[in-house]
């Protein structure tokens, strides 16, 4: 490791947390895009079909 | 220009529109706040000097304090939001004053945690019931509250009018929190950081701060843009724009 | 703007309006209750409670931290500039203790006048700068690192 970034445990475990609630905080939008998209497309499908 | 301004107002109140205005500008938002973050992080941990009392500790404040900003504007957004959301009744509005809970209540977890972890060594408690941590927790709580009573509406206008007077309420905190630690006497420092008076940082601290501040606030607008869409997709699903939307987006099979 | 609109911005401004004067006025009331230290010099005027149970905020007033060398019981000063009580401890000071530095002592204040502290927070200032910048001041005799 890098001699300059050899700082206190905390230092690092405190970026590291921010990390992990901005990471999900960035997942949680994109996974539930996918699903409404999902999930509009199946509506029309199913009403398309009720149409034909 | 003040009716173009409001036509262009209007035109965002429209679902589509605002769809598309969203999903033109995430990407770019989200490239901005990665090269923000960057600098930003590689300044905070490697380019500036430590501190001549904390060492390497006083880093932690590079993601602290931007996140204690964020926390705070993220709620001002919401009341101006609340506003148009009761006076106006402009749908988008509502949908993005509810949607910004969440992530005020994330930057505000990030705030309460770094500090928390910061003030173990620092000041020798990981807590201390002074004003300005029990008001930022406060905070915590009005945003957890405004998320619970606008989920706790089948009818969602009907919730989004609800929780806007909660936020409504809830903005007396704000400036609580932000002269807390000059009222009262506290465990937590006053600030560093004045705009109107100088401020108690070496010039040679502050370039991290300020690109870590303005990345954070992209990311805001990128995270509430995001969210917005989906929760309107969501609400919209069964209406024809949606369908059209998905399309123009490339999402057809 | 529309009538109903304008009503409606009118109850949206008592509302705040409403919120932001109870709140002022709980404050006020509770003014007491909102400080979490007491410093030196406030301690006459202050209503302490009836054990004299509070926490000291001050000052470490240089040159009165005198350790014991066999335990962990250390005494010193609190000051405020103006006023200062002496103040005793056993346990783990903070990283940041030191001569000049801003404490926070929670313990009582007993008849004699000696505070008897349970616990021993450091408070930091607001002031940040890289050690070069310290030592320059400190050549310089300019004062940095002050607590309000």
Redesign the interface.
Known sequence: MIPELSYAEYVWSSYAIAAAVIVWQAVQPIQKYRQIVSQIKEDHLMRSEEHT | MWTQTKLAFHKLGSPLTFFRFAQALIPWLWGLTLVGLAVGLYQALYLVPPDYQQGDSYRILYIHVPAAWQAMATYIVMTILAVITLVWRIRTAEIMAMTAAPIGAAFTLICLVTGAIWGRPMWGTYWAWDARLTSMLVLLFIYLGIMGLYAAFDDRRQGARVASILILVGVVNIPIIHFSVEWWTTLHQGSTINLFGPSTMDPSMLPPLIWMTVAVKLMFGALLLQRARNELLEQDQRKKWTLQALRMSGHDS | MTPR?RK??T??AL??LG??TA?AIA?TAL?DN??????PSDIQTSELPPERNFRL?GLVEAGSIQRDSESLYVTFTVTDGAHSVPVSYAG??????REGQGV?AQGHLDDAGLFHAR?????????????????ALDRAGAPH?VL?
């Open positions: 609109r409606r911005l109850a949206v509302l705040v919120v932001g709140a404050i003014q909102m400080l979490y230290f007491i410093a905020g783990i000071l903070p990283d940041l203790f926070i616990e021993v927070l450091a408070r930091h200032d607001e002031t940040y700068m890289p050690p070069e910048v310290a030592a690192g309000e």
